[in-house]
């Protein structure tokens, strides 16, 4: 059974900083690409970031460029959102979501919700002004 399991989130001011953490379990990790996406309240779900197999590659939304980071640890099944400068309009519910790219290359990633097969029930994330 394949689970995706969040951590990390909280009430934070603007300007500060969270990390969350996804860890997986009942897969080969190091098969998938993983994101990150986020539904703020009254919206529909985002996609935020995702990163390939290898880590090789990323691809951030423009509004948290230079501001998130994310990254992977395969050793781990272990995915990181490193999020600063933190702002209110990034309060949300944050999901990680893998994406099964066996049949990829390395570096390949893809930002479309409907092409991840597993999801995790999300973290909260909530900044204050």
């Known amino acids: 059974q394949v689970q995706l399991v969040e951590s990390g989130g909280g009430l934070m001011q603007a300007g500060g900083s969270l990390r969350l953490s996804c860890v997986a379990s009942g897969l080969t990790f190091s098969m998938y690409t993983m994101g990150w996406f986020r539904q703020a309240p009254g919206k529909e779900t985002e996609f935020v970031v995702a990163i390939s197999r290898s880590g090789g590659s990323t691809y951030y939304i423009d509004s948290v460029k230079g501001r998130f980071t994310i990254s992977r640890d395969n050793a781990k099944n272990t995915v990181y959102l490193q999020m600063s400068s933190l702002k209110p309009e990034d309060t949300a519910v944050y999901f990680c979501?893998?994406?099964?790219?066996?049949?990829?290359?390395?570096?390949?990633?893809?930002?479309?919700?409907?092409?991840?097969?597993?999801w995790g029930r999300g973290t909260q994330v909530t900044v204050s002004s």
């Open positions: 979501a893998a994406e099964n790219a066996r049949v990829h290359g390395t570096d390949y990633l893809t930002t479309q919700r409907r092409d991840y097969d597993y």
